[in-house]
């Protein structure tokens, strides 16, 4: 079993659906990132949060450090949002432990 | 844009050459990080600097060497590399290792052995 879960694998989503993915962990972590990553290799790094939520225009993530679970949500896809979604745990010393990564697609 | 530059964005070379890759950020960070990715698999960590000097080396052949001339530097030295090395490398940098911070990629070198 992966330290770090995520699902779906894959999404395709009509434009303006709302989208969520999820992550579950077994590892300890002191935060957790969500990085997105379109075709041709650079990633951004949407959030890092150890508790709560965060809001960033139509992003959303939770984390639920009890229950080792986060999500991320997309509001009104937009085909741009097209990208391949990351979770990555942060263990102490930073060193990430990363999801398989959700690929998402968004039709118009 | 990324703050993290990476040099080149796209490398083609023989098993008997000799190569490097160069990544820069200027935003006082104090760790850089070596990442490997395969197609349609997440990075594998390589190598982490803190405060320049070398603090993990995940079990990496030999043939990889990396190099950090200074805080702004990172440096990952090629050498008679396998067509299996063929992937995706990724540098990032955080603003140490010793304190929770996010992690700032760049957009990769492409990496093409034949």
């Known amino acids: 079993k992966n330290e770090v879960e995520q699902s779906p694998q894959n999404l395709t989503a009509q434009e303006g659906e709302f989208i969520t993915i999820n992550c579950s962990y077994s590892?300890?972590?002191?935060?957790l990132h969500w990085l997105q990553q379109h075709p041709g290799g650079g990633i951004v790094s949407l959030f890092m949060?150890?508790?709560g939520k965060k809001k960033h225009g139509r992003l959303i993530a939770t984390i639920n450090i009890q229950e080792k679970h986060s999500s991320l949500h997309i509001t009104a896809s937009h085909p741009r949002d097209s990208a391949v979604y990351i979770c990555a745990c942060m263990e102490y010393g930073n060193k990430l432990v990363f999801g398989a990564g959700t690929i998402l697609r968004v039709k118009s | 844009d990324t703050e993290v530059t990476q040099t080149p964005k796209h490398l083609v070379m023989g098993m008997t050459n000799k190569k490097s890759l160069k990544c820069e950020q200027h935003m006082g960070h104090r760790a850089m990080y070596w990442y490997k990715q395969k197609a349609k698999k997440p990075p594998e960590l390589m190598f982490v600097?803190?405060?320049?000097?070398?603090?993990i080396n995940e079990s990496v052949p030999s043939r990889f060497s990396p190099e950090c001339p200074n805080s702004s530097l990172l440096n990952l030295h090629l050498h008679a590399l396998q067509p299996e090395d063929s992937a995706l490398y990724l540098c990032a940098s955080s603003l140490g290792t010793g304190e929770i911070s996010p992690l700032h990629f760049g957009n990769g070198t492409r990496l093409t052995v034949t």
């Open positions: 949060l150890s508790s």
């Open positions: 600097y803190s405060y320049e000097k070398l603090s």
């Open positions: 590892v300890g972590i002191s935060a």
